[in-house]
C-alpha cells in the first residue's frame, strides 16, 4: 500500500514536470508570455543611426523577461520614427528618434506598453 502511494506520487510529479518543459519549449519561459506566444518582433526599417537625430535614455521598471523587452521595443518601434533597444538586466531603453521627444510622450508610450518610465535622460 505504501510503496502504491510513493509510485502514485512519483507519477505525478514526472507528468507535472514534462507538462511544464513542453509548455516552455512551446511558449518560451517568460513572466507574460504564460499561454500566449512571444511577440513578434517588430523591425525596424532604417537602422542607420546616422538618421536618428535624437538619443534617448530611459529607466524603465516592470521589465522582467525578454517577451516585456520586445513588448516596449514594439511599442516604440511601430511608427517608424523611433528605434528602440531594450535592456532588461539593466532596466533601460535606448531610444534613437529622428524628431525631438517630450518626457510626456515617451512616458505615455511607456504607460501604453505596460511599464512606467522611472527617469528619462537626453544625450
Not at 1 to 14: K, T
Not at 19 to 41: E, N, W
Not at 46 to 62: K, P, Q, T
Not at 70 to 82: C, L, M, S, W
Request: aromatic fraction near 8%; hydrophobic fraction near 40%.
Amino acid at each position: 500500500m505504501g510503496n502504491s502511494i510513493i509510485v502514485a506520487l512519483l507519477v505525478v510529479v514526472i507528468a507535472v514536470a514534462v507538462y511544464s518543459t513542453v509548455r516552455r519549449i512551446r511558449y518560451g519561459s517568460s513572466c507574460c508570455g504564460g499561454k500566449d506566444p512571444a511577440p513578434k518582433k517588430i523591425k525596424v526599417a532604417d537602422r542607420n543611426r546616422d538618421h536618428y537625430a535624437f538619443s534617448y535614455l530611459l529607466n524603465v521598471e516592470g521589465m522582467h523577461c525578454s517577451n516585456c523587452a520586445v513588448r516596449i521595443e514594439n511599442a516604440f518601434n511601430e511608427g517608424g520614427q523611433r528605434w528602440a533597444k531594450a535592456d532588461v538586466g539593466k532596466a533601460e531603453v535606448e531610444l534613437l528618434s529622428k524628431r525631438e521627444e517630450t518626457e510626456e510622450e515617451l512616458c505615455r508610450i511607456v504607460d501604453s506598453a505596460g511599464f512606467t518610465l522611472l527617469s528619462f535622460k537626453k544625450y
